[in-house]
């Protein structure tokens, strides 16, 4: 089992930015696919973005966050990273992020291990 940490989250104001860690330091995840998913109880859960164990390959929604958001991985500190500009109220959500074997999955029933969440909250 994975365990993993997201940091980050808070309260901003609209158009300002956040920086999202996901930390995993008891493993380094090779072979792994870290992501990054919101969930809300009007939209449920959402795949935002995803980075392969290579730290290169990435892989984005189809919706228009993925001009808003970049993921990032740094293996050296066991962590993954997702910033977040030009953020709107319709982000406020909880994030998470995921840990996967499947390499560049998108869908949420491939991830096997999860954090715990980071509440964003973007006022207007």
């Known amino acids: 089992q994975v365990h993993l940490e997201e940091s980050g989250g808070g309260l901003v104001r609209a158009w300002g930015s956040l920086l999202l860690s996901c930390v995993h330091s008891?493993?380094?995840?090779?072979?792994?696919?870290v992501a990054w998913f919101r969930q809300t109880p009007q939209n449920g859960r959402e795949f935002l973005a995803a980075?392969?164990?290579?730290?290169?390959?990435?892989?984005y929604t189809d919706s228009e966050v993925k001009y808003r958001f970049t993921i990032s991985r740094d293996s050296a500190k066991k962590a993954a990273y997702l910033q977040m500009d030009s953020l709107t109220p319709e982000d406020s959500a909880a994030y998470y992020c995921?840990?996967?074997?499947?390499?560049?999955?998108?869908?949420?029933?491939?991830?096997?291990?999860w954090g715990q969440g980071t509440q964003v909250t973007v006022s207007s």
């Open positions: 008891e493993r380094t995840l090779t072979g792994y696919t």
């Open positions: 980075v392969g164990w290579n730290t290169v390959s990435t892989f």
């Open positions: 995921a840990a996967s074997r499947t390499y560049g999955t998108r869908q949420a029933e491939h991830y096997t291990d």
